[in-house]
């Protein structure tokens, strides 16, 4: 391993890039899971995400003006496909109208359900005792959703903006 130091340093730089470039969060995610004891194998992935940022030099995030601002999420989980802890990782992306306002790729300590099963329970109306630790919050989104003020609803893999931010994807996504 080279120097440890220098790739807290670099993954310390990646970590306030993703400020600005949603497209590399799940990856810097992952090596921030090894800045304690950062092994070779870590160290290449660091560089391999600093050449793929700087073919990526001309990405940007433009903000558009719309008379229509809506704000919509998207979400995503995959289901502990991760090999060192087999731990899910969540990941969200808010739009306010067709802007990215906020981002994030967190590993969960649990994952209780996929997309469709979570359409299910939200828009089930009776509460069983399975979830009685999320009764206040699926109240609150099953009111909100009998209201007409938030949409539920399963997005195909292909459609999901989120994935990018829950495992890594193939150049052909980019």
Not at 30 to 42: G, I, S, T
Not at 150 to 169: E, F, H, N, R, S
Request: net charge neutral.
């Amino acid at each position: 391993m080279e120097d440890e130091s220098v790739y807290r340093s670099i993954v310390g730089a990646l970590q306030y890039l993703v400020i600005t470039r949603p497209d590399i969060t799940f990856a810097v995610n992952k090596v921030c899971q090894f800045m304690h004891r950062p092994l070779d194998q870590q160290f290449k992935i660091v560089k391999r995400i600093l050449r793929y940022l700087q073919a990526t030099l001309d990405y940007d995030i433009s903000f558009t003006v719309s008379s229509r601002l809506s704000l919509v999420g998207d979400s995503n989980a995959n289901w502990g496909i991760d090999s060192d802890d087999m731990r899910s990782t969540t990941g969200f992306c808010v739009f306010l109208g067709t802007n990215p306002v906020s981002w994030a790729s967190r590993k969960k300590a649990i994952v209780w359900c996929d997309n469709s099963w979570a359409v299910v329970v939200v828009t089930n109306p009776v509460l069983h005792s399975k979830f009685k630790h999320v009764e206040l919050d699926l109240f609150f989104v099953q009111e909100n959703v009998a209201r007409g003020a938030l949409v539920v609803g399963y997005v195909p893999t292909q459609d999901q903006v989120a994935d990018i931010l829950t495992k890594p994807l193939s150049v052909g996504f980019f």
